[in-house]
Nanobody, 115 residues
């Protein structure tokens, strides 16, 4: 069973930065597309960023230029560097993995942007 464990969430002031990490189990990490999604209260879950095995990336328009997704295959870890955070970035952030065995999700980590 694939496990994804997110960390790095917390409370930050507007304009601040956070770095989320997602540690993945399994031997298929390096050949899998990884992603970050988020869900704010009362809203649907939305894609934030995705990174392919060849490190091709895509971003939601709302985070382009502020967030950066990256991966370290040696550590089976994907990161989300979030800069210039805004109150509207407040949400639970989820890591996802598109493994050969299927699609998997982490438990989520709360990010709150507030003064």
């Amino acid at each position: 069973q694939v496990q994804l464990v997110e960390s790095g969430g917390g409370l930050v002031q507007p304009g601040g930065s956070l770095r989320l990490s997602c540690a993945a189990s399994g031997s298929s990490f390096s050949i899998s597309t990884m992603g970050w999604y988020r869900q704010a209260p009362g809203k649907q879950r939305e894609m934030v960023a995705r990174i392919s095995p060849s490190t091709r990336t895509i971003y939601a328009d709302s985070v382009k230029g502020r967030f950066t997704i990256s991966r370290d295959n040696a550590k089976n870890t994907v990161y989300l560097q979030m800069n210039s955070l805004k109150p509207e970035d407040t949400a639970v952030y989820y890591c996802s993995a598109d493994y050969l065995a299927g699609n998997f999700w982490g438990q989520g980590t709360q990010v709150t942007v507030s003064s």
